[in-house]
């Protein structure tokens, strides 16, 4: 909750560094963030969101292997794909926040080639016209 | 601790 204080416009670098710390302390760490970060970057709250989506990237580049592996699951890419589709979530979250999730998802699949279940999940997304460039 | 690691997953969402 400090990471993603919607009440603070600046991210806070010390309570970010202690949740990535966390994260790699556990063995459930990088599963149980993936869950409380996709709860957050789906906040109607636009703050809120775009501080989960910094906390995501901080933890993709500082977390490792076994967070890599967690986050290339379909069962974290669907979550953020319902931010991005109307079915879902899409008309509740800002598209500051829509294309930043954007963005992340193409990044993971330039970075992690090898993760099939991202290139699909991002292919799927350009097919459905979610995403058109 | 025992910890069991669930690597399980979901099907891609359909939009």
């Known amino acids: 909750d400090k990471a993603t204080d919607p009440g603070v416009p600046e991210e806070n670098w010390e309570f970010i560094q202690q949740f990535c710390d966390r994260v790699n302390a556990d063995t459930e760490g990088p599963s149980l963030a993936l869950r409380l970060l996709a709860h957050k970057i789906q906040s109607p709250q636009e703050v809120e969101a775009l501080h989960a989506l910094t906390v995501l990237e901080t933890c993709v580049n500082n977390c490792g292997e076994r967070f890599h592996h967690a986050m290339a699951k379909f069962r974290f890419l669907n979550e953020l794909i319902k931010v991005l589709s109307p079915k879902y979530y899409g008309t509740w979250s800002s598209e500051q926040v829509k294309s930043r999730v954007t963005a992340v998802v193409f990044s993971w699949t330039v970075w992690f080639p090898q993760e099939v279940k991202i290139q699909d999940a991002y292919q799927m997304l350009k097919k459905q016209g979610i995403v058109k460039e | ?15």
């Open chain 2, 1 to 15: 601790t025992v910890s069991f690691h669930d690597d399980s997953d979901e099907d891609l969402l359909n939009v």
